[in-house]
């Protein structure tokens, strides 16, 4: 189990860095290290509803004071106030976020942790050589998780223990607020003009209300360890000290290539009916199709998961409509040419972790509706007569809109569809085999349609830019990362020509933390990822670096150049400085960089695929 430790030496300092637990269902507990909300997604409860999606936020903070020294922290316009990072001596997770207070001889030790599988948080307190009155300021609201809003009418009732909160914006729902030690007394007040400058920044709603049903108080004479709970389901108090210790327990036995994104890779994974999905990312995805099955690998096989790998898989197969997988499974959204091309590539490397024939016999038929899919031409997408596949618009992974038109259109054949196309073929050919082993009559299209792709897929060549058109037909000759991808296909390119996009995409798009999106010397190309969503979503795709691409980067660095040790060694260096970043999640990845230096981190604090490439590429580079 890693630990990482932090002493904040300013409000500023302490809220560019974030924590966040996750549940299992989707639903989570979030902020930053100084204890303060920058976000409209922060908060201690975010309850999802419906896992993994429909998740709200409950509990926003709780607000500490002893004898009249605050240790909250919250942005007023203007101001920061009160300001209890004066307080705070270190921040550490370990496994759990835990905020090291000193006030004068009294230490406080504040916990938070979550119980898996259930929209509670417990947070825990540990006071020593505690003196004067201790009052404990729950703040809450009911709103959707993703944006600041005005506050709902909310009542409550008294618990032993605590209270029962219910609002009319969420009448089903309640918010049992409970505790063993400090008693609580009802006092409803509204806290006015939060403020949450990472929204600010983003260009969306910034500020709202809060409610203050009461309190939580007592008078400190000695030391205490005592806990709050926030939950949608307990109305006791649960046995905290038992949860707490089955989570550590549960944590600890976590594996990973790297163990310190063990817990990261561990987070994106949540319930989804009777089965499990993946969420992209953290804050604001919920479970994409393309997202899952390209993190699925990194985030479920290299931890060893291989059951829960299982479920992921059979979750989106049974969402699939005539093979093609949906890239938004909670809306059920199909606009995506190669979700279900990353779908094949992961039931084949589950397959050759596991050699699972029962489940490959069962997901076959999803595979062939994949292939039948993209064998016959349709308005959207499907094979040309040479068997490329072509598309239209904005169905590829670059997919961002402005104003409602795509900023990368991509349409016509693009050359990493048309590679995973081509692996997807090898790879059903081989599985195919497995399960026909003993038949006398193999079939034989895979491979031979496999190999009129291979034939047509060197017209991507282009000489004057010595690597690959991103796409053809027509032609578009921008120097993008989508090529590392063929790069990285044994046999799909001559090897001269292979090393020549190695070389181009190394040159041109590699960073520390990624691929640039597209090559600085193009006059379209945006090396900053900041602003309104219209500035972010114009240059998302144009210039921003992802971390996932390390993934396909590495992948092609090992099959070019040989799985050498100095080959090796070059590909952890390669991944090493992802790790390394005090980037603003802490102990995981998030989803862009800046393509210009300074590269500063953007998008998701957590991205699952940033994370799961990283991790596979790692393994592979042992």
């Not at 505790?179 to 806290?191: I, L």
């Not at 606009?335 to 084949?348: E, I, K, P």
């Not at 692996?423 to 195919?432: P, V």
């Not at 150049?561 to 995981?588: F, H, N, Q």
């Amino acid at each position: 189990m890693t630990s990482f430790a932090a002493r904040p030496g300013s409000y500023e300092e302490g809220a560019s860095r974030e924590w966040l637990l996750a549940n299992g269902l989707g639903g989570y507990a979030s902020a930053t290290i100084s204890g303060g909300n920058t976000r409209s997604y922060h908060g201690l409860l975010v309850a999802a509803l419906h896992p993994p999606v429909d998740r709200w936020l409950l509990l926003s903070s709780l607000d500490e004071e002893i004898d009249g020294q605050s240790l909250a922290n919250h942005q007023y316009p203007g101001t920061i106030h009160p300001q209890g990072f004066k307080y705070l001596k270190e921040f550490r997770q370990d496994p759990f976020p835990r905020f090291c207070y000193q006030i004068g001889d009294c230490s406080i030790e504040k916990t938070v942790f979550m119980i898996q599988g259930e929209n509670t948080t417990i947070i825990t307190y540990k006071i020593k050589n505690g003196q004067g009155h201790l009052r404990i300021v729950p703040l809450v609201h009911s709103r959707g998780f993703h944006a600041a809003s005005s506050l709902p009418k909310m009542s409550q009732e008294p618990l032993a223990g605590g209270a029962v909160i219910r609002s009319r914006a969420l009448p089903d729902v309640s918010l049992f607020l409970l505790s063993d030690g400090p008693a609580y007394q009802s006092n409803e007040d509204v806290y006015y003009n939060f403020e949450y400058e990472a929204e600010r920044r983003r260009g969306l709603a910034w500020n709202e209300d809060l409610a203050s049903p009461g309190s939580f108080e007592m008078n400190l004479s000695e030391d205490v360890f005592f806990a709050i709970s926030a939950s949608t389901r307990r109305s006791s108090m649960p046995d905290w000290q038992t949860e707490m210790k089955r989570e550590k327990s549960r944590l600890a036995g976590l594996k990973a290539p790297i163990p310190a994104l063990a817990m990261a890779a561990d987070s994106f994974l949540a319930k989804r009916g009777k089965s499990l999905s993946i969420i992209a990312g953290y804050h604001w995805f919920d479970d994409w199709g393309r997202d899952a099955m390209i993190a699925l690998p990194g985030l479920l096989l290299t931890t060893g998961r291989e059951k829960e790998a299982a479920m992921v898989l059979r979750s989106f197969a049974g969402a699939m409509e005539n093979g093609v997988l949906p890239n938004d499974l909670g809306a059920r959204s199909y606009n995506t040419v190669d979700a279900s091309l990353w779908f094949v590539r992961a039931v084949s490397i589950y397959f050759e972790h596991s050699r699972d024939r029962q489940f490959l016999k069962e997901i076959w038929p999803r595979l062939l509706d994949v292939f039948h899919r993209y064998c016959r031409p349709a308005e959207d997408f499907g094979a040309a007569e040479d068997g490329l596949v072509f598309c239209g618009p904005a169905l590829t992974w670059m997919d961002a809109r402005l104003e409602g038109r795509p900023v990368t259109p991509r349409s016509g054949k693009c050359c990493e569809i048309n590679a995973l196309w081509y692996s997807a073929l090898l790879d059903m050919n081989r599985l195919y085999l497995e399960l026909g082993k003993g038949s006398r009559n193999p079939n034989p299209n895979f491979s031979r349609l496999a190999k009129k792709v291979k034939d047509s897929f060197q017209r991507f060549w282009n000489s004057e830019t010595g690597c690959l058109y991103d796409v053809i037909d027509p032609e578009d000759a921008s120097i993008r990362p989508n090529q590392i991808i063929a790069a990285g296909i044994k046999d799909l390119l001559p090897a001269v020509k292979r090393e020549a996009v190695f070389e181009v995409v190394t040159r041109d798009l590699l960073t520390p933390f990624g691929l640039r999106t597209l090559a600085p010397s193009d006059p379209r190309y945006e090396g900053r990822y900041e602003g309104d969503p219209g500035r972010r979503d114009g240059s998302y795709h144009q210039g921003t670096v992802w971390p996932w691409l390390m993934g396909p980067y590495i992948d092609a660095l090992i099959a070019i150049k040989g799985r050498k040790k100095p080959v090796l060694r070059k590909a952890k260096e390669t991944l090493r400085p992802l790790l390394t970043l005090p980037s603003v999640g802490i102990e995981t990845i998030p989803e862009v960089f800046d393509g210009d230096s300074p590269q500063r981190p953007g998008g998701c604090i957590s991205q699952a695929w940033s994370v799961a490439e990283v991790l596979r590429a790692w393994q592979a580079s042992q």
